[in-house]
C-alpha cells in the first residue's frame, strides 16, 4: 500500500499511517506484526511498557524486509528516568528489537517514577542517543502544553514528535496546539477512540455515503489534519 511521509523538524521522513502495538500481547505480537508487514504497513510502534519489544523483534528479522524501509518506534518507561537507567533501557530496546537503531525514540510519559529528578534530564539523556547515532530521532508522548515549553526552554532542542490521544471525541486542542507552535508534529494515539466511533451514528453516516468503513473514513480525519495515527 501507498502511504504518505511527513517530514520532521529533523528532516527525517517518517510514514503517516503505522501500526501500533499496543495491547497485543506478547504471544500474538510477532504474528500480529508479520502480518501487518505482509500487507504493508511499515512503521511499527511499540513500548517498553507494552512488553512485547521483543517478539515485534523477531517479526521484523522474519520479514526480511531491507532496514531502510522500516520506521520503528520504542518509548522509555516511567521507571527508568534517571539517566543511567534510561541509557540501559534504551540498550535493553535495541536487543530486544534486534536493531542496531531506533527511528524514534519517545519519553513515553513527563511522569518519572523511582527517581527524584524528573523529565528534563531525561530529554537531555534521549538526545545522547541521536548524537551517537543510535536515534534518527527522538520525542515525548503525553506532554502538555507547560511540559513542551518547560523542555525546549531548557534545552534547546525540539522533540520531533509529541505523541498523545487525538480522536474525534478528544482532539485534545491545547496539546496539539503547543506542539504545532513549537514546530513539533503530532501522533494520534487511540486514534479510533478505542473502537467508539465504530458505532457513531454521524461517522457511520459519512462512510456509508463514501462506500467507506468508519474506520477508514476517522483515519482519513486523521490524516487530513496532519496527524501521524497508528490504529
Known sequence: MSVPTITLNNQTA????GFGVYQVPPAQAADTVSTALEVGYRHIDTAQMYENEQEVGVALAASGLPRDELWITSKLNNGYHRPDDARRAFDESLAKLGLDRIDLF?????????YDGDYVSTWRTLGEFVADGRARAIGVSNFQPAHLDRIVAETGVLPAVNQIEVHPYFTNEAARAASIRHGVEVEAWSPIAQGAVLDDEVISEIAARHGKTTSQVTLRWHIERGDIVFP
Not at 517518517?14 to 499511517?17: A, G, T
Not at 519517545?106 to 517514577?113: G, K, N, S, Y
Open 14 to 17: 517518517i510514514p503517516q499511517l
Open 106 to 114: 519517545l519519553i513515553h510519559w513527563p511522569l518519572p517514577t523511582l
